[in-house]
């Protein structure tokens, strides 16, 4: 059974453990990784401690463009991703890969029947 954690507009996904590739994203003044930042607000998805957040789109084939944010590898024993907004949301050690949700544009909608 897959992991899911939803915080906001950041969902997480357990993933298998992959050695970090492509490019680590650096961290931001404060030592906090983000994995997001709200558009309109500046609210951010940050975690703090053990982790390395890198972007590899070759692991991200089946998420659809735009979407992908990057994998994040949590260290520690645990780390917690962090917003103004919500409650925070504890990962254990692993590797976890972020993307980020859309609105649904009304007029984008339909319906698929098999």
Not at 11 to 26: H, Q
Not at 58 to 75: E, Q
Not at 89 to 111: M, N, S
Request: charged share 30%; net charge negative.
């Amino acid at each position: 059974m897959r992991e899911f954690y939803a915080q906001g507009d950041v969902l997480v996904e357990r993933v298998p453990d992959v050695p970090v590739s492509g490019a680590p994203l650096a961290r931001s003044a404060d030592g906090a990784v983000v994995v997001a930042e709200g558009e309109l607000t500046g609210h951010r998805h940050a975690i703090y401690g053990d982790v390395c957040f890198f972007r590899d789109d070759g692991l991200a084939r089946d998420i659809p463009g735009g979407l992908y944010a990057g994998h994040l590898r949590v260290d520690a024993p645990t780390a917690e991703l962090v917003h103004d907004e919500h409650d925070p949301i504890t990962l254990e050690r692993g590797t976890y890969r972020i993307r980020v949700q859309r609105e649904l544009d009304p007029k984008e909608a339909r319906i698929v029947a098999d």
